[in-house]
């Protein structure tokens, strides 16, 4: 696990220093080792930095840049399967002065070119230079667990694992794209592929670009979607092979994420999706793994007596600490650091505080991310199912009608139900709900803190929304409604929230974050596979339940999902309420011109006095604020 950066710089005006500074301001990712390389050509100086988290092959010979023959590679993130396409590799003669997955990479890469991503299974961010060709690669794995960013305008191509490389560059260009800001405000994140700045992007995941430096073409292919896995007819299979056949896939999925030279931990919470990876894990291992849990005092937001109960089950070195007041005053100021674009994820705050706990002990932690999208966990599945059924039973010539009634109509003056909690939001979405021709635009709606026109009486700046992956129109008959919404929801929230929470949260404490619930091949299985499987007699997450029993007692299981939640209601009307008083003040917001400021202090002091239901939409706009402060002042 490691941070990157470079340019490829047509002006030829970027020089080491340039490249030096972009590099080191990610020295949190790879405090070890750094590595620089210039290449001032005739088309353009090309820039590769490299900071090194020491994971496998501890010796200087995992040193990145790394070169063979006309090729040059910086990487970030893990190959798992490296030594058995070593062992491919050496049957073609290659030979190897490391035990390093990068050098692997380097030499398929020589062998198959850009072909050899499909032999990968791991996590990376992998950027390689052929200066024989005048050609740069850039590869983002699968599921987009390591993050990779690039700007081009004047001429200046730039490229990183974090935006605040970027900043360290004298020719960058910060103007804020509002339309990102509107999507930030719609889900609390910014899809891919964009992102808070203008002329800025995210290369999405499971796709690559190459750079032709002679002519200045970029172009952006795919290699690998979800989406086709899911498009394929589903596998006419019965449960019990659907369950041996996953429990087999998750068996070498974890096995191989505990490869490493380092000792390696497991964030453990107490619900399935970390209880299994454990429990795997654990029953094929004498020597106890290390498990780490964040806990909160507050009733209704504590998991961590089911983590001991299951840690104390399967035996495992357990460690656990109670997140309180103190400690998010002490890391909400580093957030907007910590993720270096808007982000609104509140459980960012435990994340970075286990990974901190965790890299007390351990360089390399396990999250079991990815089990919710995958096999079908969340309420809100259940929410646009019973939406879906609801409208359905309004004839289709109705609906539009009655929307613009129900537009019509101020939530707030409707009697009795405006005294309900949330009431205004949820008749707000229910209006838009009307609209929606199929499950995944109901994901979408319900996937949203602010409506559009919410977010267009918030802002002064005039908005587009922006399309992202909610809008994929390529799912095809063999999805039904449920299947459907996984699909979506992996290339939506899981990625450009979930796992970018992850990755910025471990990374920051320096310690690698691996995803063994996130093994390509797992996915490719499980989402041919009919949705009544997954989610079977009113049991979510049914598959992943029953294999889980196999391991645990169900006693120890079976309770209500929770979650990693967070009680920002209490926080913020206690010790935390400053925040809101300093960075929501009328003369700040004025001062800034973003915001329309009577439309933020009225949600402000309506939390304030009482009403719960803004709290997460003013997080929201607190989160901007602080980086608005440490990165446009």
Known sequence: MCGLAGFIDFNKKSNRSDLEKMTDVLYHRGPNDSGYELYKLQDANIGLGHRRLSILDLSNHGRQPMNFQDYSIVFNGEIYNFREIRRELENCNYSFSSDSDTEVILKAFHKWGVKSVDKFNGMFLIVIFDRKKNHLTIIRDRAGVKPCYYYFENDLFLFSSELKSFHEHSSFERNI???SLGDYLQYGYITEPNSIFENTYKLESGFYLEINISSKKIQKNKYWDVIDFYNKPKIKIDEVEALEEIEKLMISSFNYRMVSDVPVGIFLSGGYDSSIVTSI???ERTEKLNTFTIGFEEKGFDEAPYAKAIANHLGTNHTEYYCTQKDALEIIPKLC????????????????????????????SLSADGGDEIFAGYSKYDLCLNYSKKFDKIPTVLRSPLSSVMSSLNPKYIPYFNKTYNFETKYLKATNALLAKNSVELLKLTSQYFTRNQINNLLKPQISILKSNFDLKTLN??????????????????VDDVLAKVDRATMSASLEGREPLLDYRLIEFVAQLPSELKYKNGIKKYLLKEITHKYLPKKLMDRKKMGFGVPISDWFKDELKEYFMTYLSKERLEK??????????LLRNRFLNGDNEGVRRLWFILMFELWYKKWMS
């Open 177 to 179: 794209n509002f339309n």
């Open 281 to 283: 894990l654990q029953s």
């Open 337 to 364: 650091d910590v993720f270096d674009e808007p982000f609104g994820d509140i459980s960012s705050i435990p994340t970075v505080l286990v990974s901190q706990l965790a890299k007390r002990d351990v360089t390399v």
């Open 477 to 494: 008959n063999n999805n039904d409604s449920l299947n459907s919404m996984l699909a979506i929801d992996y290339k939506t929230y899981m």
């Open 592 to 601: 800034e011109g973003i915001f329309n400021v009577d439309e933020v202090i």
